[in-house]
């Protein structure tokens, strides 16, 4: 059974930085074609916030997010990290790993694509 653990959430002033962390198991980390990071903020929609492919080659970024966070994969440790800096009290939100298998997907932004998710993680940004 395909497990997504989500790690490394908590409360920083603005302009700081976290990296979030996604461990993987229940298959090879290689078979996880895709792996995206979501958030969803109190009464609001979940919202894509990253993806990057099995490789690591290719990476989407919300506009919100371009130029501060950095997803990146490593297939070794079976886990995929998203790097956050320059935290903006917009950004407070649970975050969310995601992960698809098996097969490729057309529209990596849209949680619908996602097979499997994690538990999530708070991330508060504090002005």
């Known amino acids: 059974q395909v497990q997504l653990v989500e790690s490394g959430g908590g409360l920083v002033q603005a302009g700081g930085s976290l990296r979030l962390s996604c461990a993987a198991s229940g298959r090879t980390f290689g078979s996880y074609a895709t792996m995206g990071w979501f958030r969803q903020a109190p009464g609001k929609e979940r919202e894509f916030v990253a993806h990057?492919?099995?490789?690591?080659?290719?990476?989407s970024y919300a506009d919100s997010v371009k130029g501060r966070f950095t997803i990146s994969r490593d297939n070794t440790k079976n886990t995929v990290y998203l790097q956050m800096n320059s935290l903006k009290p917009e950004d407070t939100a649970v975050y969310y790993c995601?992960?698809?298998?098996?097969?490729?997907?057309?529209?990596?932004?849209?949680?619908?694509?996602?097979?499997?998710w994690g538990q999530g993680t708070q991330v508060t940004v504090s002005s």
């Open positions: 995601a992960a698809v298998t098996g097969r490729l997907i057309l529209y990596p932004t849209i949680a619908e694509s996602y097979d499997y």
């Open positions: 990057v492919t099995r490789s690591g080659g290719s990476t």
